[in-house]
């Protein structure tokens, strides 16, 4: 084997491993959050165990709460079936959608823009992006992951499937099209309406190009949307048939009710986005996209033709996010491949004119290339994946999220005790989850909060918390004792941190 074959394989093993820490070290290792990634976690066990592929359970009945499409939650049964009922099983596709998106821009980089460096660097932008690394997206079990997966394909699919079609030579590039469609089918399957966010983006730069404006003359474009909306309108349809009522849930959850109206207190000013950018959420690589844009515009016309497409994509994305009433700071996660790319884009100039700075006087050969790609990759990205490795290391929830989330730990702690209820503040799908897992190993396990979302509050001593002498409680929130206090007496068997297992008096 040759020396050239050893480094590129050294190198190939090497960002393999810079890729394994972000996304998969410690994953399973804080319980499932609250809300979101809970909840898909019940809605993914009740799937495996009832077999219903269509309609999404929770406690149960179907869920119209979260009204998605199920094509995360299928993949979540898929691996609890291979892994069992965990964390890693709920987080594992999220987490592979983000390597899939991260080797879907080097592939990208390397058979269509004829330069794997851009695709490193934008790989390695993304690794270190603290909106990608993060709860709600490649480290949770939540849509937003995969979304972005299939949103970035459709994107670059549809840009290659202009790129060929504006050759005027075969092979022809429907097959491109096609695959667009499929990414887009894929992302309404994930994500209903924000799957298609990229569309009118993509719409307005394919009208800039003599290829694109033809595009809409063509039958085969329609025919592919007409694919697309089929399959899409299909499973709704399907589910209202099994779930009436659905598609109401729908409107009020997915389409003109969160767009149209703050939902669940999310109602922000139209430039939170830009303040999160700027404030984490892609620093420091946002000060470089001036110069990658800058970069990508004046290399040769593929380059900049991309570049042109990913701005407008951005912009026209962010425009629909900022119009919405209800504004989540994970909804701009489908843009960061994207701009990924145009930093990754700076990076590749700033790398070969170094490089060739180097090597004017005098040739040097692969290996002294290699060593000056390392140090200008530890020069630009070591502090940052350092960052990134130590926020995921030493992950520590904040105080208003672990009260909520540490029955877990105390219920795993007590596995002696397989006959007790939980009593909690309000509806709990991390309750819920392990709950259930434990149920179904044979314990005796029930919960119930003391105040519900259609604003019904219970109280002890009364249905259904009209416990008698002998039952066994497991609470952990300090504002639930004032309340029990008022009308038990009760014995503490067991404590850890601010939960206690008590036996009623």
């Not at 972000?22 to 066990?45: I, K, M, T, Y």
Request: charged letters at 20%; glycine letters at 8%.
């Amino acid at each position: 084997m040759k020396r050239n074959d050893l480094l590129r394989g050294f190198f190939i093993l090497a960002f393999l491993g810079l890729c394994y820490f972000p996304l998969f070290l410690h994953l399973d290792q804080v319980p499932l959050r609250l809300w979101d990634e809970a909840r898909r976690g019940v809605n993914a066990l009740e799937m495996a165990e009832s077999g219903d592929l269509l309609v999404t359970r929770y406690a149960g009945q179907p869920d119209m709460w979260g009204t998605k499409p199920p094509l995360l939650i299928w993949c979540q049964v898929f691996w609890m079936k291979i892994l069992g009922y965990n964390e890693l099983a709920v987080r594992l596709p999220a987490a592979l959608a983000g390597l899939c998106t991260i080797f879907g821009l080097i592939f990208f980089s390397r058979k269509i823009l004829n330069n794997t460096w851009t695709g490193i660097f934008a790989a390695l932008v993304l690794l270190t992006t603290r909106g990608f690394i993060s709860e709600h997206m490649t480290r949770s079990g939540d849509f937003d992951a995969l979304l972005t997966l299939w949103e970035t394909g459709y994107a670059l699919a549809f840009f290659v499937f202009l790129e060929k079609r504006a050759q005027d030579t075969p092979p022809h590039p429907w097959k491109w099209l096609y695959l667009a469609a499929l990414f887009a089918a894929l992302a309404a399957l994930t994500k209903g309406v924000a799957g298609f966010f990229f569309v009118p983006g993509l719409a307005l730069y394919a009208l800039t190009r003599k290829s694109g404006r033809a595009l809409f003359l063509s039958r085969r474009l329609w025919l592919s949307v007409a694919g697309v909306m089929g399959v899409v309108a299909g499973f709704y349809l399907l589910r209202e048939s099994q779930n009436p009522g659905y598609l109401r849930a729908v409107w009020e959850n997915e389409l003109g009710g969160r767009y149209f109206k703050p939902k669940e207190g999310h109602g922000h000013p139209f430039y939170l986005y830009f303040k999160l950018l700027y404030e984490g959420h892609f620093m420091p690589w946002l000060l470089w996209l001036p110069a990658g844009a800058v970069a990508g515009f004046f290399q040769n016309g593929r380059t900049r033709r991309l570049t042109t497409l990913i701005g407008m994509v951005s912009v026209v994305f962010f425009l629909v996010l900022m119009g919405g009433k209800t504004k989540i700071q994970w909804y701009m996660a489908p843009a960061f491949p994207l701009l990924a790319l145009v930093a990754g884009m700076g990076f590749q100039v700033l790398f070969e004119g170094g490089w060739s700075l180097l090597s004017r006087k005098k040739p040097l050969g692969e290996p002294a290339k290699y060593l000056f790609l390392t140090a200008f990759t530890f020069a630009l990205f070591f502090q940052p994946y350092q960052k990134t490795i130590e926020r995921i290391y030493f992950e520590k929830l904040p105080e208003h999220d672990w009260k909520f989330m540490k029955y877990r730990d105390f219920m795993y702690q007590n596995k002696d005790i397989k006959n007790y209820s939980i009593v909690h503040r309000r509806p709990n799908s991390n309750v819920r989850f392990y709950q259930s897992v434990l149920r179904l190993k044979g314990w005796n396990i029930r919960s119930f909060p003391l105040d519900n979302f259609d604003g019904k509050t219970f109280d002890f001593g009364e249905p259904p918390l009209d416990f008698v002498p002998g039952d066994t409680l497991m609470i952990c929130e300090k504002k639930v004792f004032p309340k029990l206090d008022r009308v038990f007496r009760y014995e503490v068997i067991r404590a850890w941190d601010t939960c206690k297992l008590l036996v009623i008096k």
